[in-house]
């Protein structure tokens, strides 16, 4: 009886060397990481050393609102800063397959010390969203940035599942210690805000907006605060209609909102009209109503009682 797998096509060369090839790149990665495995403590001295540099620290946190609250945690950044320091981590994305206008992305992060593996499969629709609706994509740059804007979120998720949340959470505390010490001079660092705002598509009166005041009287913790929302934005976290209303909305309002001058009329007028009320009924003399009440049996009134 013949082999019903004897028909098989066999594998292309160049399908079994680049197979290979990475059979052998992974190997030699988990001998490397048992033979030099990572010290905890120079680790994370590795990583607070990073955490003080301020221009880590001002990419640090992530900042998007989600059902009325806002939600905030380590960037993209931060996890990637974290993992290349704590060692022997293996992370990244990788484009599975592609199939007319969608790409099959795997994220994926790997501890090679313990074994630890987290990943994370998605597809990516080559079509990128604008004002006018999505625009299909065909450029290869193109499609490589998105892809790897998407996979960019995912690959932190998976970095974050397999670092110990503690040393997370001192990286994260370290950087917010960073910024508090190097802040300085809050409204030196507004014009160049403005300037990182405005390539995002985001008006000055936008910021003001949210704000509720101007930017001449912007303090260090919302400072910081706009700095996650940018930081978000960039990272593709979230979108600027997430955190901004479009700036026509906000002319519209500004000119429906009535002014002092209006508000001043309108009570005039309404003064003015009681007044003229009051007026009407001056000369209107009050008219007394009274009752007569029945005589008491046997009494007898001035006028004649009819008898019956």
């Known amino acids: 009886m013949d082999n019903p797998f004897g028909n098989l ?17 992974v190997q030699g990665q988990i001998v490397m990481a048992k033979k030099f495995p990572r010290d905890p403590v120079v680790a994370m001295d590795r990583i607070l050393a990073e955490c003080r540099r301020p221009s880590l620290a001002e990419q640090a946190q ?3 609102p989600r059902g009325g609250a806002m939600v905030e945690g380590p960037s993209i950044r931060l996890a990637e800063t974290i993992a290349r320091n704590w060692g022997n981590v293996s992370f990244g994305t990788v484009e599975v397959d592609r199939t007319g206008n969608e790409s099959s992305m795997l994220a994926y992060a790997w501890d090679l010390e313990t074994n630890v593996m987290a990943r994370q499969e998605f597809k990516v629709r080559h079509i990128r969203d604008t004002r006018q609706g999505g625009k299909s994509l065909s450029d290869e740059r193109d499609v490589y940035e998105l892809t790897a804007n998407q996979g960019s979120r995912r690959v932190r998720a ?16 370290e950087c917010a210690a960073t910024l508090q010490d190097k802040l300085g001079d809050v409204q ?11 390539a995002l598509g985001v008006s000055r009166l936008q910021l003001e907006k949210r704000l509720r005041h101007r930017l001449d009287t912007l303090n260090g913790p919302e400072y910081l605060s706009l700095r996650k929302i940018y930081q978000s934005i960039k990272d593709g976290m979230a979108t600027v209609e997430d955190y901004f209303e479009p700036e026509e909305k906000q002319k519209a309002k500004q000119e429906e909102k009535p002014s002092v001058t209006d508000v001043a009329k309108k009570a005039a007028e ?14 209107v003399a009050t008219v007394e109503h009274t009752v007569d009440t029945p005589p008491a049996y046997g009494e007898k009134k001035d006028q004649d009682m009819e008898i019956f």
Request: glycine share 6%.
């Open 9 to 25: 096509p066999a594998k292309p060369a160049e399908v079994e060397i680049e197979s290979s090839r990475a059979i052998a790149e």
């Open 62 to 64: 992530y900042s998007f």
């Open 158 to 173: 998976c970095i974050l599942r397999i670092i110990p949340g503690d040393v997370v959470d001192t990286a994260v505390a």
């Open 188 to 198: 030196e660092r507004v014009p160049k805000m403005v300037e990182g705002f405005s």
């Open 270 to 283: 309404k003064i003015k009209g009681k007044n003229q009320v009051a007026e009407m009924f001056k000369g």
